[in-house]
């Protein structure tokens, strides 16, 4: 009943910008975390960049190769959630994958109740 279905990726140049989304059906962002994470070819899988709430806080937290380059956004009206890409380097190649759960800050780990496919970025030098 809950899917996550990611967007929006591709093929871009180093420095260049992207944007990934997230939709959701059977599940809504108005609480718990919402996270992003990416699986480099031949790594496991690695948190990226994530927000949690409870009634009206919302706190955001990032991993620290992507702090001031990525930004995690929520559209609560279209129930998406968005990666903003910038300044993109060879080594944020990878799948990157949606994920949420209802638990606060449920923290950078990758048990999560719900996953997306995966979307691939590739980006060249």
């Known amino acids: 009943q809950v899917q996550l279905v990611e967007s929006g990726g591709g093929l871009v140049q180093a420095g260049g910008s992207l944007r990934l989304s997230c939709a959701a059906s059977?599940?809504?962002?108005?609480?718990?975390?919402t996270a992003w994470f990416r699986q480099p070819p031949g790594k496991e899988r690695d948190f990226v960049a994530a927000f949690s709430r409870r009634a009206g806080s919302t706190y955001y937290y990032y991993a620290d190769s992507v702090k001031g380059r990525f930004t995690i956004a929520r559209d609560n009206a279209k129930n998406t959630v968005y990666l903003q890409m910038s300044s993109l380097k060879p080594e944020d190649t990878g799948v990157y994958y949606c994920?949420?759960?209802?638990?606060?800050?449920?923290?950078?780990?990758?048990?999560?109740?719900?996953w997306g496919q995966g979307t691939q970025v590739t980006v060249s030098s």
């Open positions: 994920a949420a759960d209802s638990a606060y800050l449920k923290g950078r780990g990758s048990e999560y109740e719900y």
């Open positions: 059977g599940l809504t962002f108005s609480s718990g975390t």
